[in-house]
């Protein structure tokens, strides 16, 4: 600060000293009110002299500390210098979505750092240490996309065998699936919140027998069936039908489930 200051008429003048004071007793830190008192003159102005040396000791001191906390030259630099574990390295490919979140985060743990005189080397293990927590506790998918493919088929099977056996293995799954987007698309309206709900409903298989429950109570549709399915099972009910050793109350039986099948799309 100069040791001189414009007035209020233009004219140039000392601070008086009183002022000085208000503005050294502002900084909370002793030290720095120390450092500040040290370059008043003897009548409470500022020594232009001085007020050089104190900013040259304090800039020197500051690239000292950057030195000692390894502080890059700019907070772009931590990224630049950011070498993940070879398991994560993915993550921090600019094409790759599922890391989107963890390079954002790590963008604003960077300007925290830098502010923060934070530098590289606890930069490096905070991330580090972020990414091993993160994957152990399954917040990070660490796993290859063959791994994710195989995962995927398998769940696909598991629901094929949860609707299987709860609708009976004569069941047409295509086309129960066919008839679930189709009440979906036909129910929610043109409404995309509607639709994504229902779709994410219909992402399991029991979400699914849910979805064609209810689309059977509105439209009193009966369960779709293979039609090989169908003339098989006509085909084992008629035999037995025929069979002269069979009771009149089981004809009666094996003549409604032939009505029912009968009456299946």
């Known amino acids: 600060m100069a040791d001189e200051i414009i007035q209020e008429n233009g004219t140039q003048g000392t601070p008086p000293e009183n002022d000085m004071n208000t503005f050294i ?26 007020i050089r040396d104190l900013a040259g000791r304090m800039l020197a001191e500051r690239r000292n500390l950057s030195r000692i906390n ?17 398991k994560f390295a993915n993550l921090f490919n600019e094409e790759n979505k599922n890391g989107e979140k963890i390079r954002k985060m790590f963008d604003s743990l960077d300007l925290m750092c830098m502010s923060n005189t934070i530098g590289q080397s606890k930069n490096k293990a905070v991330k580090d240490f972020l990414l091993k927590t993160f994957a152990d506790n399954g917040l990070i998918d660490m796993r290859s996309q063959e791994e994710k493919e195989a995962l995927e088929q398998q769940k696909q099977e598991d629901q094929k065998e949860i609707l299987q056996n709860a609708l009976g293995a004569n069941t047409d799954l295509d086309k129960v699936n066919s008839i679930i987007d189709q009440f979906i698309e036909d129910e929610s309206d043109d409404d995309e919140d509607t639709k994504t709900v229902l779709n994410a409903i219909k992402s399991s298989a029991k979400g699914k027998l849910i979805l064609y429950s209810l689309r059977n109570r509105i439209y009193g549709k009966p369960v779709p069936v293979m039609k090989t399915e169908i003339g098989n099972s006509l085909k084992a009910l008629q035999k037995e039908y025929d069979d002269p050793n069979t009771t009149r109350e089981r004809r009666k039986e094996l003549a409604e489930q032939m009505n029912e099948i009968e009456g299946i799309e």
């Open 70 to 86: 390894e502080m890059p030259e700019s907070v772009e630099k931590f990224k630049e210098l950011y070498k993940p574990d070879e």
């Open 25 to 50: 007793e502002s900084f909370n830190d002793n030290a720095q009110k120390k450092a500040f008192r040290e370059t008043l003159n003897e009548d409470g102005s500022f020594n232009r002299e001085k």
